[in-house]
């Protein structure tokens, strides 16, 4: 349900608006402002899945919240008494580190890891530099073992957890199994990374449930002790030697220090994905970048973004404000059916020197591209014209006479604009 009038959830109208006009001058995507559970401002597809980058470690705070508190994790657990080990293998100081020390980042581990930015393997403290729990660096080794040891603990697979115990109690419209993937490269570690794609209308679910103290509805999902010792400041961060600004960092969580209006914590990735909360305001904003077209807004946009709309907020909810039914306007690509043994034409792997291996599949009666980040699935508009909702770059199948391989390329715009996608076959 949506506000009315924002002026009635506590907002001013022009600088509401303003907010929004920023948004769009960073180059955002999708934006929601959410106040006592109800939308007060949106803009872009709300129903598109992007690829959520760092949010996934937040995710998995959540499952570990509701796992810990039934039992079957403990977080004063030493990896070697879980056995935990990797390639190359860890030595016995780094085995000490704890499953708490994972979720705070602070293992004093700087294995290689899946899914690492370039930034994150330059500047990898060297191995047995700090022993656990002395030092605080964001590395990724730590957050993917986590899953590894969620799995060995629960017997649970991660994504079919959070389907069943976060996405479907809080009524997540739009997540989907066929839109997460283990992010294997063994070359550097043997824990994969969890890749998730979600929807700005779900992540302000999950938002919600956080901002509720983990309760949804009457049921707590998540305890409330978690999410309190999940947002204390465990590392106190401020800026590093080269001056690139931290916020302070909980459990899998953040905490501003840059915003002084009011306290408030996010989840956050590369991008800039995010899932800010403020308990004070009763209030959540998602932001999100197209990270398929590899736009990126920086983290300074997004604070000063923030505390622009910390600035638009004149009050508390009126009582009796008027709400409506949220409304997002429908996809109006007109679907047609191509004949299977067109699609069959279709299937093979792609090659591009930049982007690496696409690969085409046939399931059931439609295509399934597989990249490096997931699945997709194309839906024909054209016998051999092809299109994806979450990524939304059209995709052509051409036959080449030429050439014996197939191989794909990325027709891009002066402005850097991935316009479509060729696949020749």
């Known amino acids: 349900m949506q506000y009315v009038d924002p002026e009635d959830a506590g907002f001013d109208t022009d600088k509401l608006n303003a907010v929004k006009d920023k948004f769009i001058e960073n180059g955002g995507s999708s934006l929601m402002v959410i106040r006592e559970g109800y939308v007060v401002s949106y803009i872009g597809p709300v129903d598109r899945c992007y690829r959520q980058t760092s949010v996934r470690k937040s995710y998995l705070n959540a499952l570990y919240g509701i796992f810990v508190d039934r039992g079957d994790i403990d977080l004063n657990a030493s990896l070697a008494s879980l056995n935990i080990d990797d390639t190359p293998p860890l030595n016995d100081n780094e085995k000490r580190a704890t499953v708490l020390q994972l979720l705070q980042s602070r293992s004093g581990i700087y294995h290689t890891a899946a899914y690492s930015p370039e930034w994150m393997e330059k500047q990898l403290p060297e191995r047995g530099s700090h022993a656990p729990g002395t030092y605080w660096f964001y590395n990724n080794w730590d957050f993917n073992a986590l899953a590894t040891i969620f799995k060995q603990q629960t017997h649970r697979d991660m994504f079919e957890a959070f389907q069943e115990y976060i996405a479907q109690p809080t009524g997540m419209q739009d997540y989907d199994l066929q839109k997460t993937k283990y992010l294997f490269e063994d070359e550097l570690s043997q824990h994969p990374a969890y890749i998730f794609r979600m929807s700005p209308r779900d992540m302000a679910r999950f938002g919600l449930l956080y ?150 599949y046939l399931e059931e009666d439609h295509l399934l591209m597989q990249a490096g980040i997931g699945d997709f699935v194309l839906k024909p508009f054209g016998e051999n014209e092809f299109f994806n909702k979450d990524i939304r770059i059209p995709m052509y199948f051409i036959q080449d006479s030429v050439r014996n391989d197939r191989f794909f390329i990325a027709k891009i715009s002066e402005k850097g604009i991935i316009q479509q996608f060729i696949f020749y076959y």
């Open 211 to 360: 901002l509720n103290n983990g309760a949804w509805e009457g049921e707590q999902i998540i305890h409330e002790s978690w999410i309190e010792i999940s947002w204390k400041r465990h590392s106190v961060n401020g800026t590093n030697e080269a001056g690139v600004h931290w916020d302070d960092y909980g459990l899998l969580w953040w905490i501003s220090n840059t915003i002084t209006k009011e306290p408030v914590y996010y989840a956050s990735g590369s991008g800039l994905q995010r899932i800010s909360i403020f308990p004070e305001s009763d209030m959540v904003m998602v932001h999100v970048v197209d990270n398929y077209q590899m736009k990126s807004v920086n983290e300074d946009q997004v604070d000063e973004l923030t505390k622009m709309l910390l600035d638009a907020k004149t009050g508390k909810v009126k009582k009796g404000a008027k709400l409506q039914e949220l409304t997002i306007p429908e996809d109006t690509l007109e679907i047609v059916t191509v004949d299977e043994g067109i699609l069959k034409k279709f299937v093979g792997e792609y090659q591009n020197p930049m982007l690496g291996t696409f690969k085409i």
